[in-house]
């Protein structure tokens, strides 16, 4: 019933941003958690930002001062701004939607961020 379509990735230099979007279609709600996850060549996925439909957010350690997670309800997006990123942001990050009344997930199929110089 929610399809979720991640775009904004691409290859970028250390230091250097990059802003990514999940738009969404279908049942989607406002009061359902949305999110960004990553998943690195060798590595588990990882939760990188999390935002509430308050607005409340909470950040991987290592992106906290670097990320900024954020959503429009009306338009059923949400949006990570990246800062300052590292070759260990490199990674192919995963729009992510969750029904709080039975912490049902749905997923995009990810979008490739690459740092690299």
């Known amino acids: 019933q929610v399809q979720l379509v991640e775009s904004g990735g691409g290859l970028v230099q250390p230091g250097g941003s990059l802003r990514l979007s999940c738009a969404a279609s279908?049942?989607?709600?406002?009061?359902?958690?949305r999110g960004w996850y990553r998943q690195a060549p060798g590595r588990q996925r990882e939760m990188v930002a999390l935002?509430?439909?308050?607005?409340?957010?909470n950040y991987a350690a290592d992106v906290k001062d670097r990320f900024t997670v954020s959503r429009d309800n009306v338009a059923k997006k949400v949006y990570l701004q990246m800062s300052s990123l590292k070759s260990e942001d490199t990674a192919v990050y995963y729009c992510n939607a969750r029904q709080m009344y039975n912490l049902k997930d749905y997923w995009g199929q990810g979008t490739q961020v690459t740092v690299s110089s």
């Open positions: 935002i509430t439909s308050g607005g409340s957010t």
């Open positions: 279908g049942k989607l709600e406002d009061t359902y958690l």
